[in-house]
């Protein structure tokens, strides 16, 4: 398998939690990438915004709203006001966004989040401490403010051998 093609494919994790979103629900995909999971929830009968960078691959989706921006140059949050019935993130962190992306989700809402932990950089990038998460980093940031319904912080083979963290959770 090309192992571009295997990035492209919704992650087992977010296919696996997908179903705690309401049919007709709205979805926040942030630092959505190449759209795969907008795509992916759009196509399951979920209305998407997808925020990224660069939209050029999100644009024409169809049922995915795409809104361009950087997440990371002190703009403000891009989406004051707006809240979702869930939120997904993967392959990506940026620490001072966790309180924007919380508020963003509604009470009862869910958010699925999946990226690379701490011991990642034994099998190659991200290395950079910045963008790696801490043990149990995500439990201790959604504590008092969502009920976990899964979490994992371990080792992966696919699409590439990896160290990650994961978290479905609803926001109570």
Known sequence: ????HAL?????????HAGLVALGGTVLDLAAGGGRHARYFAWHGRKV????????????????TAIQADLEDGSPWPLQGQVFDAAV????????LFPDLFAAIRTGGILIYETFARGNEAY???DNPDFLLDPNELVARTLNQFVIV????????????AIVQRIAAMKI
């Open 1 to 4: 398998m090309n192992p571009h």
């Open 8 to 16: 492209q494919q919704v992650s087992p994790w977010v296919e696996a």
């Open 49 to 64: 915004v997808a925020v990224d960078k660069d939209v050029s691959a999100l644009a024409h989706l169809p049922g995915v």
């Open 89 to 96: 993130v993967t392959n990506y962190l940026h620490r001072p």
């Open 124 to 126: 190659g990038k991200p």
């Open 150 to 161: 899964a979490f994992e912080d371990r080792y992966v083979d696919a699409p590439r051998p």
